[in-house]
């Protein structure tokens, strides 16, 4: 990451000066129109019949049904299988630097509504389609903020996008996170990480979540750095904790483990494959004086199986795997690879003993992932007593338009 701001973020040409009004209309097919109706912003090219006029990508259209009343406003990529995102209802909205700024407003002021716009703290500003602002992700820790795009639309309006953040927040520098690979593919994005304004900081950033403390590497880290989604749902999981003998699975920079710590567990082991994740869980558990938390690196079948051999038993255990199915395609797979971990798990725990189980991949419904549980139920031949059934933290919002912004399951339960 350059210490210097670099060149303007944009990968191509910068949208047609419009004022945020339409240079064209793309028709759907008959019988396309109603998700549209219902504010779903997602136009896919297999809905499309044609389009009246010659957008650039980036540009302003307009949506129509087939027989020319107007659905919406948004944004077009030819580049993507998503043709069209859109981000109005109505035709008096126009797609200008005000809509963007106006938004942008009010989603920070959501986060402040929730109370999580303490300095010392880290929350997600901007949530995509949950904030009206769909393929744009905006999170602060501390003084900081990573932006990421996963839209061309986006990508070009990165400057108008800082000029709304930089007075609501004052950060001390933005840093852009490059879309992830197959995103970037998707939409014909290419962007490396880079720092858009202000200074990057010199190192880890730390910062508090419940009262306890964390180091975030935004040049490093996965995702944008931490797992901001997990805030509240690691702070429900530790209430459980206490003089128990603590598995966290998949445990990344640690905050599973070091909120059962400081929610007084016996003892707590954090697992993850990657060497980088466990040193810095090492770390985090280190900085809040946790010195019963011990980290591994290890593959989590290999390891839930050998704990398994070895006749090793747990008060509670902790699985938040990484996104099992990318797709509806890989659904079974996922469902299979959910099932295994889980049973090895509830293998490990004594009765009465508490999985705290989750699923981020989006394809997996709430219901799919229950009904998997219910199998691990009745294969195991143990009674499984939901508590607490979560998802993610209140300032990673879903449009009750697009529930696909509704991917994380957090489920916590009572092992008999
Ligand atoms: N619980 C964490 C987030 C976990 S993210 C938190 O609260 O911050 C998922 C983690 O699973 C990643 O750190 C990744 O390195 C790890 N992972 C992926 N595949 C794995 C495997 N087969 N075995 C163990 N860990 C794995």
Redesign the pocket.
Known sequence: MPDQPGPPATSGEEPTATAGLPVATVVLKPKRARPFFGRHPWVLDSAVLRVDGTPADGDVVDLATHDGTFVARGLWNSASRLRVRLYAFDAATRLDDQLWKARIAAAVGLRRTLGLDDRGGAARLVNSEGDDLSGLIVDRYGDWLSVQVTALAMARRLDAICDALEPLVAPRGILLRGADRGLAKLEGLHLPDRLVRGVAPSGPIFVTEHGLKFGVDLAEG?KTG??LD?RDN?QAASRFARGRRVL?????????AVACASGGARSVLA????AK?TALAKANADLNGAANVAVET????E?LAALGSAGEHFGMV?L???KFARSRASLDDAMRAYHRANRLAVDLLEPGGILVT?SCSGAVSREDFLVMLAGVAQRSGRTIQLLECRGAAPDHPVSAGCLEGEYLKCVIARVM
């Open positions: 996965q931490f797992y997990q690691r966290d699975m998949f445990c990344y920079s640690g905050g599973f697992c993850d494959s990657s994740a290890a593959d989590a079948f390891k902790i938040d795997p990484p989750n």
